[in-house]
């Protein structure tokens, strides 16, 4: 998914009204945005990050210091280690490597839902082929889609849960992890 597009997700899951426009600079196609008050901001977090303070929820880039801590070590996470990578010998490592960190946890940081949550989830979709579902992150990706409130899906066009639930279940695998979030 293009950051762009997830940045769009961020918007709507955060309740933003306002659509922004956004542009992509480079050869690795990093996300920019023009604010009208200032400078733009360049990055796929960093944006992301501003989007929260926008919305005024910043308890989503953590409560405590070591929480913010940790919700900037799976940001930085996400940018140099799941975007780009494209082996499927990398792409297993990176699964392994997050599967054992989830073993004892409902979120990255614990127990408290997080931007690193919801980023890390959406630069996973382009992974389903390898059947996330067999791995114990699942345990982390299925109450991730019910606490971000999914509620429709994106293949080609917008499915319901209910016809998300009559699908092919490869389908039905990649579709949660393309969700809109409402």
């Given at each position: 998914m293009a950051a762009a597009a997830e940045l769009t997700l961020l918007e709507k899951s955060l309740g933003l009204s306002k659509g922004n426009k956004y542009s992509a600079q480079g050869e690795r196609q990093i996300p920019v945005l023009q604010t009208n008050n200032g400078p733009s901001l360049t990055g796929l977090t960093t944006i992301a990050a501003?989007?929260?303070?926008q919305a005024n929820k910043e308890?989503?880039?953590g409560s405590t210091a070591e929480e913010k801590a940790i919700v900037q070590q799976w940001l930085e996470y996400r940018v140099t280690r799941v975007d780009g990578?494209?082996?499927?010998d990398d792409i297993r490592a990176l699964?392994?490597?997050?599967?054992?960190?989830l073993e004892d946890k409902v979120y990255l940081t614990g127990y408290n839902f997080t931007l690193a949550d919801i980023l890390l989830y959406y630069g996973l979709h382009r992974f389903i082929e390898l059947r996330i579902d067999s791995l114990s992150s699942s345990g982390w990706l299925r109450p991730l889609t019910h606490k971000l409130g999914l509620r429709k899906c994106?293949?080609?066009d917008l499915l319901t849960s209910e016809e998300l639930k009559t699908a092919p279940s490869d389908h039905a695998n990649a579709a949660v992890l393309r969700t809109c979030v409402l």
């Open positions: 501003h989007l929260v303070k308890y989503l880039l990578h494209s082996s499927k699964l392994k490597d997050l599967n054992s960190y994106l293949i080609g």
